[in-house]
């Protein structure tokens, strides 16, 4: 019998909604990454100590701060011979904790109509808010046809597609980038994802460096697709991000920290020194996540 996700938060009482936290262990102790790929992700990302908190841990920490926060796994089994957090223990979590997590799911594309089958199920039964897809780990074009089922789902089902975009941390230092391939997170190629589902709700995830002017381009040209800025500290967004969040993107830009390679606490304080307008910062913050999320009415 599953648990199924109802929302218990009031967007009005939370100081802001992170729309880009990592289930990154199980509750049995399960990694989604091998030791070497993790271990290199927090030199790159330079952090020190515990990274692995729990999904308890995870609520409790959103709690503290008056947040709520999506969460997801990453599945990218087919590739990196790791399993994935269970997408049904993050949407459970989130069912416990309704007041501050909201469940996105993860499915490897190369799962097939599988993984057709179980998001439908994952939103019918655990009640999942969108789904996450990394290309450069999962190892595909987000334009690419196998991905289209899955999408259909998405779009019928009103849930948002999360697509990371630009470098990664995960891979990098190691020989070979552990095999990891950037060309796949151009966010151009989810332009083309954008055309054919034209009521898909999109967020490219991250400043896309080194293609930050084609993610703006993307997100002023395609009425559903919007950015996260999650995975770099405020103080080192490029120009261009500040103008556009500023101004044509005011209302489709959102707040995401990357927990927990980088923390709200460190995004928030940098983000209160960048020029961003008085009527727009509420808005990255949390109105325009508490609209895209179905959390108020659009």
Do not use: C
């Given at each position: 019998m599953s648990t199924r996700y109802r929302p218990a938060l009031d967007p009005a009482t939370l100081t802001a909604i992170d729309v880009h936290t990592h289930a990154e262990v199980s509750?049995?102790?399960?990694?989604?990454?091998?030791?070497?790929?993790h271990d290199a992700s927090s030199a790159y990302f330079k952090v020190a100590g515990k990274r692995k908190p729990t999904l308890e841990e995870m609520a409790s920490y959103y709690r503290e701060r008056n947040m709520a926060a999506v969460v997801f796994t990453v599945d990218a089994e087919s590739a990196t011979g790791t399993a994935p957090v269970p997408n049904e223990e993050v949407a459970e979590a989130a069912a416990a904790h309704p007041d501050v997590l909201i469940p996105f799911a993860s499915l490897d594309p190369f799962r097939?109509?599988?993984?057709?089958?179980?998001?439908?199920?994952?939103?019918?039964?655990?009640g999942v808010r969108g789904f996450k897809f990394h290309p450069s780990i999962q190892g595909f074009f987000p334009n690419d046809r196998l991905a289209y089922e899955l999408y259909e789902v998405i779009e019928e089902t009103g849930t948002v597609a999360l697509f990371h975009t630009g470098q990664t941390g995960i891979g990098a230092?190691?020989?070979?980038?552990?095999?990891?391939?950037?060309?796949?997170?151009?966010?151009?190629?989810?332009?083309?994802?954008?055309?054919?589902?034209?009521?898909?709700k999109i967020i490219l995830a991250h400043p896309s460096f080194p293609w930050q002017d084609e993610a703006l381009a993307v997100a002023t040209h395609k009425p559903g697709v919007h950015i996260?800025?999650?995975?770099?500290?405020?103080?080192?967004?490029?120009?261009?991000?500040v103008h556009y969040a500023n101004s044509l993107l005011q209302d489709k830009v959102l707040f995401g920290s990357d927990f927990p390679v980088l923390t709200p606490d460190r995004w928030l304080a940098d983000f209160d020194a960048l020029a961003i307008k008085d009527h727009v910062r509420p808005k990255i913050l949390k109105e325009n996540a508490a609209r895209l999320l179905g959390l108020t009415p659009s």
């Amino acid at each position: 019998m599953s648990t199924r996700y109802r929302p218990a938060l009031d967007p009005a009482t939370l100081t802001a909604i992170d729309v880009h936290t990592h289930a990154e262990v199980s509750a049995t102790g399960h990694a989604s990454l091998d030791d070497g790929l993790h271990d290199a992700s927090s030199a790159y990302f330079k952090v020190a100590g515990k990274r692995k908190p729990t999904l308890e841990e995870m609520a409790s920490y959103y709690r503290e701060r008056n947040m709520a926060a999506v969460v997801f796994t990453v599945d990218a089994e087919s590739a990196t011979g790791t399993a994935p957090v269970p997408n049904e223990e993050v949407a459970e979590a989130a069912a416990a904790h309704p007041d501050v997590l909201i469940p996105f799911a993860s499915l490897d594309p190369f799962r097939g109509r599988a993984a057709v089958r179980q998001a439908r199920r994952l939103v019918a039964e655990f009640g999942v808010r969108g789904f996450k897809f990394h290309p450069s780990i999962q190892g595909f074009f987000p334009n690419d046809r196998l991905a289209y089922e899955l999408y259909e789902v998405i779009e019928e089902t009103g849930t948002v597609a999360l697509f990371h975009t630009g470098q990664t941390g995960i891979g990098a230092g190691v020989p070979g980038g552990g095999g990891i391939r950037l060309k796949y997170s151009n966010p151009l190629y989810v332009d083309d994802v954008a055309a054919d589902f034209p009521h898909l709700k999109i967020i490219l995830a991250h400043p896309s460096f080194p293609w930050q002017d084609e993610a703006l381009a993307v997100a002023t040209h395609k009425p559903g697709v919007h950015i996260d800025l999650s995975g770099w500290s405020p103080k080192y967004f490029p120009p261009q991000l500040v103008h556009y969040a500023n101004s044509l993107l005011q209302d489709k830009v959102l707040f995401g920290s990357d927990f927990p390679v980088l923390t709200p606490d460190r995004w928030l304080a940098d983000f209160d020194a960048l020029a961003i307008k008085d009527h727009v910062r509420p808005k990255i913050l949390k109105e325009n996540a508490a609209r895209l999320l179905g959390l108020t009415p659009s």
